[in-house]
Every structure is written in structure tokens, then in C-alpha cells.
């Protein structure tokens, strides 16, 4: 999914300050025009700009809605498509046609440079869009799709979990990663204690239902050290987490850079048409980058 602002800021992360957990408030934002389908923001937040290498949150609905994201282009990150209900046609530069469903993974690497598009009927749409930011020597890789239909799950006092990406509970998703990192879905059913790497930061966002302590709406962050989460109730909840990553960004729109050059530099191969390939049969044309701010970007890192 792409970042449909029409002035899209720049994406800031200062120093780092005491960890702490953290509850990140989202923001709504219309993913383009005015009558489109609206997203809460979790992550990046105003104080916590990743988890881990994962960047960007977006949770949608359940609402009734028809998706319709021209074709735009990604570098630097992996996007990630996981649905609640409701299903999305995926296509990109590289000739993958494939919908994904409740319980299925869409996982495109953007690498050096891709391009896609998103759509779907108008039904009721339900689920997250998340991206990875990739490491410095990993982030010039070349573009891939994968579709994982059959994702592992792992099944203990209180709750069923679906591994999405990364290990959890003893369990291994098929899903390529570049960073040490985890995401799963958790369906909770009564009073359940959630294993943790002590060495990952966190994050859990409420799906559905009701799952104490969380709320609906907000990302809950927990720091590094944690080796456990109780969690009670009924509901599905997503979990994702990493490696606190090391290094400085600059995201803005749908680019990950080092640079504010290096992000003019893609912003300018997508709109002279080059670089990003060609995403067959959306109808539509694709979508144009947005002005780049006035103000020179700068790579920051991952909480002020």
C-alpha cells in the first residue's frame, strides 16, 4: 500500500530517549481523496518512530470500502499485507498478479527499486499494511514478491498464534527477512502469557474483540527486556517486534533512504519514468510523487 498524503512529511526519529512502555496513538489519514478509505497511523508516532526495523503501521476498517491504489514505487523496505477480512488484488513491476486473503501473506521487497499497485470490489475491508525498513546492506537488493498461503501456527494455554514473519513460539515463517525481526497474529481466547524476546522492542495492536490491557485503536510499545506479556480476554491481536535497529533514515512518501539526495534522486527516476518498472494491466495511470519539501531531509533514527 502506498502513502497516499498529498504533502507528505518527512518522517523524523531523534534521540533516543529512556525506554519505556509507550501507548502510540494513530492518526487518521485518507488514502487518497476525499471520499477514500481512511487508515489510523500507529507507526511512525511522534515519539517512536520504528520497532525493530518495522516502520510503518496502517490499520483499516472493518469497513465497507472499495481499495484503489494506482501504481507508485517502493525502495528501501518490504511491504507487508495481512488481512482480517476482505481480500486484495496485488500487482507489481515484476509480473506478479496474486490476491491475498484473511490468514495469507503478501510480502514484497522493494530492494533497489519496485513498483505495484493495490485494489480491490467493494466489500468490507479489514486489515494492516506494515513496512520493514531493510539494512543498509540489504536495501539494494533486487526486487521480489513472495505469497505464503499456508503460514505455521502455534497453539498454548489461552491463545492460537499465526507466524507471520520471523520465530515465535518455536515456529519459523517461511517469509525471507533481512533483519532479526517477528510478526504474528495472536487469537486470544481467556487468560494467556505471550513469550517475548527479551532482546526485540515490541509492539501490539488490537485487531478485534477484547484483549486486556490493550484498546482499541492505539499501538502498545513495549521496550527490550520483556521475556513475557500477559494478555486475557477474547480478540485477535497483532503482534510485530525486532532488533532495535541501528541505523539513521530518512522515509519519506513510499522511499527509504539514507539521504536527502539519494530521495530526490528516486523521486525523480519515478517521474521521468525509470527505474521501477511497469505494473501491467491496472487500469489507471500511475500515481505522480508529490513535491519534495522545501526544507533538505535528514536521516534520523528510530525514537525521539
Known sequence: MSNLERDPQEIRCGTEAGERSEVLAGREVPLGGPRAMKVSRTLPNVHRRMIGAWCFVDAYGPEVAAMRVPPHPHTGLQTVSWLVEGEVLHRDSLGSLQRVRPGQL????????????????????????????????????????????????????????????????????????????????????????????????????????????????????LPPGRDALRLSGRGRVLLIGGEPFGEK????????????????????????????????????????????????????????
Open 106 to 221: 503478501n510480502l514484497m521487497t522493494a530492494g533497489r527499486g519496485i513498483s505495484h499497485s493495490e485494489e480491490s470490489r467493494e466489500e468490507v475491508l479489514h486489515g494492516v499494511q506494515l513496512w520493514v525498513a531493510l539494512p543498509g546492506d540489504r536495501r539494494h537488493v533486487e526486487p521480489g514478491f513472495e505469497h505464503h498461503a499456508d503460514l505455521p501456527v502455534v497453539s498454548r494455554p489461552g491463545f492460537t498464534a499465526t507466524v507471520v514473519m520471523g520465530a515465535f513460539g518455536g515456529a519459523l515463517s517461511p517469509a525471507t527477512t533481512h533483519s532479526p525481526l517477528v510478526a504474528a497474529q495472536l487469537a486470544v481466547d481467556g487468560p494467556a502469557e505471550i513469550p517475548l524476546d527479551p532482546a526485540y522492542e515490541h509492539g501490539l495492536l488490537l485487531l478485534d474483540g477484547e484483549v486486556e490491557p490493550l484498546t482499541a485503536g492505539p499501538l502498545l510499545y
Open 249 to 304: 533514515i530518512v522515509m519519506w512518501w513510499n522511499f527509504v533512504g539514507r539521504s536527502h539526495d539519494e530521495i530526490a534522486a528516486f523521486r525523480k527516476e519515478w517521474m521521468e519514468g525509470e527505474g521501477f518498472g511497469v505494473v501491467e494491466g491496472f487500469d489507471g495511470t500511475p500515481l505522480p510523487a508529490p513535491a519534495l519539501p522545501t526544507t533538505r531531509l535528514k536521516p534520523r533514527g528510530r525514537a525521539r
